[in-house]
């Protein structure tokens, strides 16, 4: 059977997409179908396995960088997004813009984050069907536009755009965050924004998988 991919109708203007998927090489079931029928216009993907998170994620960047592609659509193994996930993340021309997935823990919230007094705090409640702006979201489902790969200086004096931070001791506890927050963080120092479609609603698959509705044991349903 064809993936998605392979019979969607390509339109000249489409802007090209570089789908990088960080895998541990063994995935679900359910997360390959859902991988199957995913819309990837005017693109092609990539799977990167083998390397500490924050290394996969900025030889995705590298990557697209290379091949002068538009944007970066960034999957992780366990994430089961709707077909048409980057075709509606696309529309929004957005720099930076995210899906929703929940966590696979407690609490069982999205993953997702907004700065308070507190520090930062889990988005609990949000509007549907909208586009919102939060502090910081996971990389599973996200889009960045070439411009901010571009734009933005690297954390050192690598080109790295993500860097893991949670086992640095030298750092105030609120720094020592995951690649993807560090990216957030670095980002908006730099004045972009960061926008999640909440009508993008995703599985975060595992031994059990959690979305919207909850926290259930895995079953095959797309």
Same mark, same amino acid.
């Given at each position: 059977m064809?993936?998605?991919?392979?019979?969607?109708?390509?339109?000249n203007?489409?802007?090209?997409?570089?789908?990088?998927?960080?895998?541990?090489?063994?995935?679900?079931?359910? @997360?390959? /179908?859902?991988?199957?029928?995913? /819309?990837?216009?005017?693109?092609?993907?990539?799977?990167?396995s083998? /390397?500490?998170?924050d290394?996969?994620?900025? =030889?995705?960047?590298?990557?697209?960088?290379?091949m002068?592609?538009?944007?970066?659509?960034?999957?992780?193994?366990?994430?089961?997004?709707?077909?048409d =996930?980057?075709?509606?993340?696309?529309?929004?021309?957005?720099p930076?813009?995210?899906?929703?997935?929940?966590?696979?823990?407690l609490?069982?919230?999205?993953?997702?984050?907004?700065?308070?007094?507190?520090?930062?705090? @889990?988005?609990?409640?949000?509007?549907?069907?909208?586009?919102?702006?939060v502090?910081?979201?996971?990389?599973g489902?996200l889009?960045?536009?070439?411009?901010?790969?571009?734009?933005l200086?690297?954390?050192?004096?690598?080109?790295?755009?993500?860097?893991?931070?949670?086992d640095?001791?030298?750092?105030p506890?609120?720094?020592?965050? &995951?690649?993807?927050?560090?990216?957030?963080?670095?980002a908006?120092?730099?004045?972009?924004?960061?926008?999640?479609?909440?009508?993008?609603?995703?599985?975060h698959?595992?031994?059990? &998988?959690?979305?919207?509705?909850g926290?259930?044991p895995?079953?095959?349903?797309?």
């Amino acid at each position: 059977m064809a993936g998605s991919w392979e019979i969607l109708n390509i339109e000249n203007n489409n802007p090209r997409v570089l789908v990088a998927t960080l895998t541990r090489e063994l995935v679900t079931t359910a @997360w390959a /179908m859902h991988f199957r029928q995913l /819309m990837i216009p005017n693109g092609t993907y990539t799977m990167l396995s083998g /390397m500490p998170f924050d290394h996969a994620r900025n =030889t995705a960047c590298l990557k697209l960088l290379e091949m002068k592609w538009e944007y970066l659509f960034f999957l992780d193994d366990d994430v089961g997004c709707p077909p048409d =996930t980057i075709i509606r993340l696309l529309k929004h021309k957005l720099p930076i813009v995210s899906g929703v997935y929940y966590r696979r823990n407690l609490p069982l919230t999205p993953v997702m984050l907004r700065n308070t007094p507190n520090g930062p705090a @889990w988005v609990t409640e949000y509007p549907s069907n909208s586009l919102i702006e939060v502090d910081f979201v996971g990389a599973g489902c996200l889009l960045i536009q070439r411009q901010v790969l571009e734009s933005l200086p690297p954390l050192s004096n690598r080109c790295n755009w993500f860097q893991w931070q949670c086992d640095r001791t030298d750092l105030p506890q609120l720094e020592r965050t &995951s690649e993807d927050f560090t990216f957030m963080t670095h980002a908006q120092k730099h004045g972009y924004k960061i926008m999640v479609d909440t009508s993008i609603q995703c599985l975060h698959i595992g031994l059990t &998988s959690s979305s919207v509705e909850g926290l259930r044991p895995l079953e095959l349903k797309v």
